[in-house]
């Protein structure tokens, strides 16, 4: 319980933090340390077993660098993987060993390089599952005994977390390539384009009521206080009011935006301009609820 609860004030302040060059860091460190894990990759396989760089970290957060072109390669083509959650339809967190069989995965040459150049000796697959299925994974790696059950439960808990968190690093990064190519530069006076958060959330057309219109002003004090990392019982008491009120709120909330957890329903405010942006983010058009109760309370 306390690793779920770390993870998830770690995600929830991944989504005001501008920099996606520092959302990683402190989430992979949680969760190595969660998972008794001491190296991490990220990477992406499409069905093909083809995709794109690989990323990876150690247990202290750092990004490691001892990687050399054959380990990276093997662990970008890792077919296997992408082969079982392409075919069986499954987003569960899996050890290599229960998806090809102990003794395939020891004998498996990606296993020998990771023993042979890191001292491992087991590795948990965490799919990143999206719309379109499981593309990117989190490759946990591991000596001495295997991940166990409580491991792939904390793992099963906290994937819509680094799901949210890898969407808001995925934002970050086009927003700022897009800002940074000549027809992206913003005018000034203009906002920066943030083609991810229209991708993924349309702004609704004019004659539809924008998501989140219908909050009402102590709903969206309780989420800007959400987005703050604050607990019910914090919430309950800043604002004077019990638990169980607050907890109302918070499912009035969700039901509102369509969303079923903390960190989706802080992004998703954010993206419709309901709480702000991180610093140095895209904004939100700002025509959603919270610029109109500014302007009425102007």
């Given at each position: 319980?306390?690793?779920?609860?770390?993870?998830?004030?770690?995600?929830?302040?991944?989504?005001?933090?501008?920099?996606?060059?520092?959302?990683?860091p402190?989430?992979?460190?949680?969760?190595?340390?969660?998972?008794?894990?001491?190296?991490?990759?990220?990477?992406?396989?499409?069905?093909?077993?083809?995709?794109?760089?690989?990323?990876?970290?150690?247990?202290?957060?750092?990004?490691?660098?001892?990687?050399?072109?054959?380990?990276?390669?093997?662990?970008?083509?890792?077919?296997?993987?992408?082969?079982?959650?392409?075919?069986?339809?499954?987003?569960?967190?899996?050890?290599a060993?229960?998806?090809?069989?102990e003794?395939?995965?020891?004998?498996s040459?990606?296993?020998?390089?990771?023993?042979?150049?890191?001292?491992?000796d087991?590795?948990?697959?965490?799919?990143?599952?999206?719309?379109?299925?499981?593309?990117?994974?989190?490759?946990?790696c591991?000596s001495?005994?295997?991940?166990?059950?409580?491991?792939?439960?904390?793992?099963?808990?906290?994937?819509?977390?680094?799901?949210?968190?890898?969407?808001?690093?995925?934002?970050?990064?086009?927003?700022?390539?897009?800002?940074?190519?000549?027809?992206?530069v913003?005018?000034?006076?203009?906002?920066?384009?943030?083609?991810?958060?229209?991708?993924?959330?349309?702004?609704?057309a004019a004659d539809?009521?924008?998501?989140?219109g219908?909050?009402?002003?102590?709903?969206?004090?309780?989420?800007?206080?959400?987005?703050?990392a604050?607990?019910?019982?914090?919430?309950?008491?800043?604002?004077?009011?019990?638990?169980?009120?607050?907890?109302?709120?918070i499912?009035?909330?969700?039901?509102?935006?369509?969303t079923?957890?903390?960190?989706?329903?802080?992004?998703?405010?954010?993206?419709?301009?309901l709480?702000?942006?991180?610093?140095?983010?895209?904004?939100?058009?700002?025509?959603?609820?919270a610029?109109?109760?500014?302007n009425?309370?102007?």
């Open positions: 319980m306390r690793h779920y609860q770390r993870m998830l004030d770690l995600a929830i302040e991944a989504l005001r933090e501008p920099d996606p060059g520092r959302l990683w402190p989430v992979v460190s949680e969760l190595l340390n969660a998972c008794g894990g001491e190296f991490l990759f990220l990477t992406r396989t499409e069905g093909t077993g083809d995709g794109g760089p690989v990323r990876s970290w150690a247990a202290d957060g750092a990004a490691d660098h001892r990687l050399d072109d054959h380990l990276r390669e093997r662990i970008r083509l890792s077919c296997p993987f992408a082969d079982h959650y392409a075919s069986s339809g499954d987003r569960a967190p899996r050890t060993a229960d998806i090809l069989g003794r395939e995965w020891h004998d040459e990606t296993a020998r390089l990771l023993r042979a150049r890191l001292g491992t087991h590795l948990l697959v965490l799919p990143l599952p999206d719309a379109s299925g499981p593309r990117r994974y989190f490759l946990i591991r001495g005994t295997d991940f166990t059950d409580a491991h792939l439960a904390y793992a099963r808990r906290i994937q819509p977390l680094l799901a949210s968190v890898d969407e808001q690093a995925e934002l970050l990064s086009r927003w700022r390539a897009a800002a940074a190519s000549p027809e992206g913003p005018v000034a006076g203009e906002r920066a384009p943030a083609p991810a958060a229209e991708e993924k959330a349309p702004a609704p539809e009521p924008a998501p989140g219908d909050l009402t002003p102590r709903e969206l004090t309780v989420l800007g206080l959400l987005a703050d604050l607990t019910a019982a914090v919430i309950g008491r800043r604002l004077g009011i019990s638990v169980h009120t607050v907890q109302k709120h499912q009035s909330i969700y039901r509102k935006l369509g079923r957890d903390r960190v989706t329903t802080v992004l998703r405010a954010q993206t419709y301009g709480i702000p942006a991180p610093a140095g983010a895209p904004e939100a058009g700002g025509t959603g609820a610029g109109r109760h500014q009425d309370r102007a």
